[in-house]
């Protein structure tokens, strides 16, 4: 592997770790916001009313961060049948055309994402107060991070590096 | 032509493997600039899609699950489900089947169960003399008892596909005793193919040994009863059960088991992480792809056509069974809950379907989709599990087949079968 | 389905509603005055979104028309809190008075700064709460009880200053909660109370006309600006001589409502005095009306006959 590869695999695959890991704490917090609000109503009698939309804003982080990381390690579902029948070659063109399709989504969901913040920004979000724009901070990050783990996978397989897909191929441990 | 626009190169891109969540969102957005709309819609969708409250439990279950596997709960319930039904002809395919009626009450995904029970039982039925085929076909087949059985979180999918307003606790106790009926279906089918193959019985251990088994499974039975009782008893609400079973999950790994330390919580933790995003991810294209429909009046369309083609609501459920399980071989269960619910349910209601029955219907119809070529997630864990080709797991998994098939006419067409239970709550 | 162009109108409310209907009544109107090129195809039962994000697809022109409540208006145009202050209105009768009036002029008016254009408002009765432990007639009789609001600010400042404990919930869970005692009660009009099925779990009903919240019909202002002078007069038109009849579908269905309820029995206070409750939404009305704009506003409504 050159240098290049080196270097490109060490951030990516740190980046998708600081990802993960993110997107862990929010399912941990959300956890302790939802328990929380449960004591709230039925111990003390008061419930407390900014957990659920503090929940639902934290869902969209892990949504979006592991939807981002799922490209990189190939865990989304797909349909493979079709590719099944054909040869190596054309399967590699088939997958290129899919990875910049996903390039091409991404960018949607950081491109309208800021015009859906821009949009919301003067608005506020019932019984927490912030900007109506947080909803959508998740959204453009985890299209930033599906379209560079999405470029990844099209410099590596045009450099004949493995790409992982889901049910056949993962990522080498030393790459993720 | 946008219908062209949007199925078309839905169908293409799921031909050349573009994951399933982009399929949609793609086509969602060639279809709408092809319209000359805004396409920020499709993002909005996307955003809203996945910003529920009550998707929360999803990723609670399937955490809460991931825990119950790495904290060695569900082992407990299999031990448990061996001692009390191994005597039985073809005994161990007995145990798999009640196995997964116990943990699916908990875990409520297929594939969860598929992984964890599979994981424990296969190597355990091929050791005592079973066919590997045998124990990777129940494994696959019996894990549909988990969508059935409370908690489901596609039955969640299900409510707010239909517009959430349709009662989850209604729907969750509904899903029981068609959950049972199933379970009864598969442990005949697997009798009789235990008897033509001759396979050997267990010997019973003894209510002794039940009884210390049934000891150290308790804290995962109790599991079930709180997340039912909890819901049923007004503590709390059917989303908050979720979160419920993951502290109580929790609090039994760390203090009562003792089980788990910080490196398998991080696993589990990240685990769910990636099932989640992966399955709500699908979820939030999906709805953009669902408000395509609405938008092209598509469901309208639909309906129409239906019931131009027969007014008998027989025939009609037929139809739409057929249609799903079509459907269902070919794709996954959340996306497909999600794009039908919004076209189905209006026909189905309008030949004075319940939509609670409709519920159970479409998920056990979708459930057997799980278990089917060319695309099916369980029986590819299934066969994952079993190390076995999907070919040779295919080829004798019939038997199986028709006894899931045999329970969902039983539903579809007895609608007491869902609707008591729930009625006695009201 | 008969003129030239289908304009898109969404409504979360299910097909035959007093809403859905009265929208359907306006596009017939907007036809027969445009002779033919202009419609309203009603897209009900939220089947483009919730009115949180339906407001933002008529913002970006996706959709022509929307009706909407005016709660999710709150955080967005700060001319739309004041109607949706508790007890800001005595009765129904003083809130026609003030929104077919000059006021109601000026809050469809605020809607242009957001790409939006305000067309007429409809009703949606009065709220009220309803709970499944006691017949409430007093301040003392909410202490403590749980009641499910919706995720708005108001409304949980509201039932909080009546001493209760607002508990924002998913519509779909309420009834089960209801049932099983996770909530003691809610709060909403005659027709959801009814179609909902709640008053079969909290059958104590007690009309303190908390809330009576008008409906807005809007529409999108890129739609708008496509429309010549005539078509935006024949619209504006329409949609105001739909208002009666919706006036008149409404009554009949919140007639309907309150017989089929009162026929299962529910336990109905009517006579409670107000003004304790009134006096108790001091904190509310300091910490929503903070511009003088709002104070102006508040003060013209109290003035209304
Ligand atoms: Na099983
Ligand atoms: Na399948």
Known sequence: MTTFFLILTRVMAVLARIALALSGIGLVLMTAFIAWQVFGRFVLNDTPTWTESVSVLIMGWFIFLGAAVGIREGYHLSFDVFLYLLPDRVKRVLHTVSDIVVVAFGAGMIGYGIQLAEATWSTTIPNVGWSGATAFLALICGGVLLVLFSLERLARRAAGLVTARFGEVELPDEDR | ?426 | ?305
Not at chain 2, 329 to 346: G, N
Not at chain 3, 207 to 218: A, F, G, K, S
């Open chain 3, 1 to 305: 389905n008969a003129a030239e162009t289908m304009l898109r109108s969404s409504d979360t409310h299910p097909d035959g509603y007093p809403t859905v209907e009265a929208v359907k009544y306006m596009g017939k109107l907007l036809e027969e005055k445009t002779d033919g090129r202009l419609g309203v195809e009603v897209f009900h039962s939220a089947q483009l979104g919730e009115e949180k994000d339906t407001i933002e697809q008529t913002q970006f022109g996706v959709i022509d028309f929307n009706r909407v409540s005016l709660g999710p208006f709150n955080n967005i145009i700060e001319e739309t809190k004041i109607p949706s202050l508790p007890y800001i209105f005595r009765s129904i009768d003083h809130m026609h008075k003030v929104m077919d009036g000059l006021i109601g002029e000026d809050i469809l008016k605020a809607f242009e700064a957001h790409d939006l254009v305000g067309l007429a408002f409809y009703d949606a009765g009065a709220r009220s709460f309803y709970n499944s432990e006691k017949p409430i007639k007093s301040m003392d009789d909410l202490k403590g009880m749980k009641f499910r609001v919706m995720q708005s600010d108001v409304f949980v400042k509201m039932v909080d200053a009546l001493g209760a404990n607002a508990t924002p919930m998913p519509y779909g869970e309420v009834y089960s909660s209801i049932q099983t005692g996770v909530i003691d009660g809610a709060e909403n009009n005659w027709p959801s109370f009814e179609s909902s099925g709640h008053f079969e779990v909290a059958p104590y009903y007690t009309l303190d006309q908390h809330l009576i919240v008008p409906e807005v019909l809007v529409m999108s202002k890129k739609s708008w600006d496509k429309l010549s002078a005539e078509d935006q007069a024949a619209v504006r038109e329409a949609a105001k001589e739909s208002v009666p009849h919706m006036r008149k579908l409404w009554a009949d269905r919140e007639a309907a409502s309150e017989a089929k309820v009162k026929k299962a029995g529910v336990n109905i206070v009517t006579d409670i005095d107000k003004t304790p409750f009134i006096e108790a939404m001091k904190p509310v009305y300091e910490e929503f009306v903070t511009s003088d704009k709002l104070k102006d506003l508040v003060e013209r409504i109290q003035a209304t006959e």
């Open chain 2, 1 to 426: 032509m946008e219908y062209w626009i949007l199925f078309g190169t839905f169908v293409f891109l799921l031909l050349i493997g573009t994951p399933i969540a982009f399929c949609l969102g793609v086509s969602s957005f060639a279809t709408i600039a092809y319209l000359g709309l805004p396409p920020v819609v499709v993002f909005q969708r996307l955003n809203s899609g996945v910003s529920i409250f009550a998707l929360m439990a999803i990723p609670f279950f399937i955490f809460a699950g991931n825990l119950m596997v790495r904290g060695d709960i569900a082992r407990r319930l299999v031990a448990l489900a061996g001692a009390a039904v191994g005597h039985f002809r073809g005994g161990l395919g007995q145990v798999n089947i009640l196995a997964s009626v116990l943990f699916g009450g908990i875990s409520g995904s297929a594939a969860a169960d598929a992984s964890a029970i599979g994981g424990l039982m296969v190597p355990q039925m091929k050791e005592r003399g079973y066919d590997a085929d045998y124990a990777v076909n129940i494994t696959v087949v019996s894990s549909i008892i988990a969508l059935m059985l409370p908690p489901s979180h596609n039955l969640i999918i299900y409510s707010i596909a239909g517009g959430g307003r349709i009662s989850i606790a209604d729907l969750f106790t509904a899903g029981i005793i068609p959950g049972l009926v199933l379970a009864l279906s598969l442990m005949v089918a697997a009798w009789l193919v235990a008897r033509k193959r001759g396979y050997p019985l267990e010997p019973f251990p003894g209510m002794r040994a039940v009884g210390t088994l049934l000891l150290s499974a308790t804290p995962g039975l109790v599991l079930v009863a709180i997340i039912f009782g909890g819901v049923r008893s007004g503590v709390f609400t059917a989303s908050e059960s979720s979160c419920i079973a993951v502290v109580y999950a929790m609090f039994a790994i760390f203090f009562l088991y003792r089980t788990m330390d910080f490196e398998q919580f991080r696993l589990a933790v990240s685990d769910a992480v990636r099932t989640t995003a992966m399955v709500l991810m699908v979820i939030g294209c999906a709805a953009a792809f669902g408000w395509l429909l609405a938008f092209l009046r598509i469901p309208t369309q639909l309906v129409e056509f239906m019931r131009d083609l027969s007014d008998s609501p027989i025939v009609i459920l037929l139809l739409i069974n057929v249609l799903l399980l079509i459907l269902g071989s070919f794709m996954d269960m959340s996306p497909l809950i999600v794009i039908t619910t919004p076209i189905f349910l209006p026909v189905a209601m309008e030949f004075n379907v319940d939509p609670v029955q409709f519920g159970i219907i479409l998920v056990l119809n979708l459930g057997i989709g799980l278990c089917t070529p060319p695309v099916g997630t369980v029986l590819f864990v299934g066969c994952a599990v079993g190390k076995m080709p999907v070919w040779d797991v295919v080829r004798t998994i019939w038997p199986f087949y028709i006894a899931g098939i045999f329970t969902l006419m039983l539903v579809t067409y007895i609608p007491a079968l869902s609707l008591w239970l729930p009625s006695l709550f009201h």
